[in-house]
């Protein structure tokens, strides 16, 4: 089989890049494939052309419904139609006609959550899975151990469809996350491919602000110094209302971007800033993965994150199309706060353990909704999903005999929460060591990912030279959609509606 050639044919592409012509050989091997690329490497590929190699579905887990559909919007405006996405942005009746009619499909794009549906898994066992993919799969172990506790249960499902060929992708993962997402997902001897986090073209610079008042100069400046699209991160939804009018009270057309957005005002924020309609969006961590945008040269930070993992997943937003560009972090005392604080609500406070544990032993309840009502919201799933798994409760959440063990039980699952966070903290001081350190920003990510030293490129960071790149503005470079035209209206008319506006 020449992979080259189907490369050139399904794809327009003459030639592999990184990886992907061995991840590709390996799956098509039958071995379960862990492999890490940089952001903007062409991670797709590695299942897309599989997916018309093989015979039978490719399942694609992803994190966000933005990431799926613009990813099936895309493939389907290039001519690849045997692909769908299964999504909470579907309507009761379109999901039951996807699922009745899934046989026609190549490639079927869908969230952990949406995995767990009966009817979801029913559908899936009764086909042949070609593969199983999980992509952004440093998820599995930066968030499934705490809110999005599905993650957690991915292993199981590939188990109950016969342990088709995995494959895991991510653009971020340390050698502790990479075995995390072995053992999760229980793959069988996987072959590891692991490319370098390290790009040349982003330029760093990191700048600690006396006051917010010194924030805000520094911000001003650094969007008016530049040109093209921008996307500010910040740490809260109030902050991205605040800094985007900050920023149109100064010129510039800046929009908010969280998760407190409905989805159709996020979908428009996000479609006027791909087609280049407005130049800036201010954005919490909800505007990372799945901005598949080529031309964004610049990303500010107003806060600092609370990994490294998730700082260079948000700064791999920029240079895609491999321009020069430019990543600036300004912070305060302040900001420093903040992760610390978010990394203590993830959890519930030993009191409210107790107060659980006082729940089993003190009364005969068939359920245990009453008590985890007084968990926070926030806490309430990942608490039950732990309760669940130690057997303590099935899946209607009532009370399993026997409760002889509930207290030891209630135990390790409480040392467990404290060593998270405890692992969680440590990601919090390592960012917080990256951004007070006097060496070289580069350095010190690649020292993170246990990576030797590169040589410098001609811009490298704020700590090692005092001469900036100028950037300039480039135009979206759209993908080969053929003799399709799609504008973003259009685009998305298709994703609130499902039916198609293209013209000829």
């Known amino acids: 089989m020449n992979l080259e050639q189907a490369l050139q044919d399904w794809f327009g592409y003459s030639s592999f890049r990184y990886d992907q012509k061995e991840i590709i050989e390996s799956v098509l091997n039958g071995h379960d494939t862990l492999a890490v690329m940089p952001t903007g490497s062409g991670k797709s590929i590695c299942y897309l052309l599989p997916s018309k190699l093989t015979e039978g579905l490719t399942v694609v887990v992803s994190p966000l419904v933005s990431l799926m559909e613009d990813q099936v919007m895309q493939l389907r405006a290039e001519g690849y139609k045997h692909v769908a996405h299964l999504s909470s942005m579907l309507q009761y009746e379109e999901k039951k006609e996807l699922l009745k009619g899934i046989s026609r499909l190549d490639v079927l794009y869908l969230s952990p959550e949406m995995l767990q549906k009966p009817e979801v898994k029913s559908v899936l066992g009764s086909y042949k899975i070609a593969m199983f993919v999980i992509d952004e799969a440093h998820c599995i172990s930066q968030w499934g151990h705490e809110f999005r506790t599905d993650y957690l249960k991915l292993g199981t499902v590939i188990r109950s469809l016969g342990h088709p060929v995995t494959l895991a992708l991510t653009a971020t993962a340390t050698e502790d996350v990479r075995e995390d997402i072995v053992r999760q997902l229980g793959m069988n001897d996987p072959v590891s491919f692991v490319s370098t986090m390290n790009r040349n073209n982003i330029f760093m610079e990191m700048t600690f602000c006396e006051t917010e008042g010194e924030k805000q100069k520094a911000l001003k400046k650094a969007v008016q110094e ?210 007070g350190e006097a060496d070289c920003i580069r350095n010190g990510l690649m020292n993170y990912f246990s990576e030797q030293p590169h040589e410098k490129p001609r811009y490298c960071c704020s700590r090692c030279q005092e001469d900036r790149p100028v950037i300039r503005s480039e135009q979206t470079v759209e993908p080969n959609y053929r003799n399709i035209q799609i504008n973003w209206q259009d685009r998305l008319y298709w994703k609130l509606t499902g039916e198609a506006k293209f013209h000829e």
């Open 226 to 435: 530049g040109e093209g699209p921008v996307i500010v991160y910040c740490g809260t939804r109030s902050d991205t209302e605040a800094y985007s009018e900050f920023m149109r009270y100064h010129g510039t057309d800046a929009h908010p971007y969280h998760g407190g957005m409905s989805k159709e005002d996020r979908l428009l924020i996000q479609q006027q800033f791909f087609y280049d309609q407005i130049q800036a969006v201010c954005a919490t961590n909800a505007f990372g993965m799945g901005i598949n945008k080529t031309n964004i040269a610049r990303i500010i930070h107003l806060h600092v994150p609370s990994s490294v993992e998730q700082y260079i997943q948000e700064i791999g937003r920029a240079g895609r199309d491999g321009r020069q560009s430019e990543v600036k972090l300004f912070w305060t005392d302040q900001d420093v706060k903040l992760p610390v604080w978010m990394v203590e609500s993830e959890f519930p406070e030993e009191a409210r353990m107790d107060q659980l544990s006082a729940f089993f032993t003190e009364s005969d309840h068939q359920s245990v909704d009453p008590a985890v009502s007084f968990i926070p919201e926030n806490q309430r799933k990942m608490v039950t999903h732990y309760l669940k798994a130690y057997g303590v409760i099935d899946e209607q959440n009532r009370i399993l005999p026997p409760r002889k063990r509930i207290n030891d039980i209630l135990m390790d699952i409480k040392k467990h929460f404290q060593l998270r966070q405890i692992e969680k903290m440590k990601q919090v001081r390592e960012m917080h060591q990256l951004i």
